[in-house]
């Protein structure tokens, strides 16, 4: 929260503008530094990049894409106004931006929190965990109030919920994966949302589909899981 403050403060005097990036979203890399010059023999960050890292971020990206697609159709059934009114930026420039402030915020939540957690507590609890911390320090949902800060932060839970089941087993490349799918969420909800504008029903949207989305994912997960141990416990015939 420190670095948070400092950084806020930092735009406030500087001047680029919040629509281009945020320099809060540097704080959890910051904090992660701080914890690697500290403790840098027990601090792990998975940031590695592998080939492996390249089909989960596709998979991410997909279920991203999916879900905000639902979300337009509840839009247009509803009869509601969903198409933002126009980009602030060039869209090229966006998405430059969009992933490098998602990974500054990433490389402190899913590359290190994340697994920090898991050595500690199972992939759906550190996911919640994550998701409830990750959500509430958007601290300037709150100026739109207590109903919109709440949904905010159970979508960022839910959307957590699913990048930890994507995250299982993503050897260590946490950083890529949980950039490509939360730079593909910020991308979508400028496209497509008026969320920021404190609209209730947008975020209202976006909260119900991603808890579909994380109750979907983690099902399939635990249905793995029960198989890999059926597999492992079936007697082994010989001869």
Known sequence: MVFSGILNALQAATGPSPELIQLVQFAPALGVGVMFLLFRRTTRVDARFT????GRSALIVGIVVAAMAVSVLVHVIAGRPWRADGLP????V???????GA?????GWR???????QTRFSVLRSSLVVGVLWGFWHLGGFEHGLAYMGLFVVMATALSVVMGAVLRGARRTNLVVATA?????NLSLILLF????????????LAVVWTIAAVAV??????RAVEVEDRAARPVRLG
């Open 181 to 185: 799918a939360h730079a593909a969420v």
């Open 103 to 107: 990974a500054g915020e990433e490389l």
């Open 94 to 100: 966006l998405v430059i931006t969009m992933i490098v």
């Open 218 to 223: 983690s099902s399939v997960q635990v249905r």
């Open 194 to 205: 008026t969320e920021e504008d404190g609209n209730l029903f947008p975020m209202a949207v």
């Open 51 to 54: 080939p492996p890292a390249l």
């Open 89 to 92: 930026f060039p869209f090229w």
């Open 111 to 117: 590359a290190f929190l994340q697994p920090y957690l």
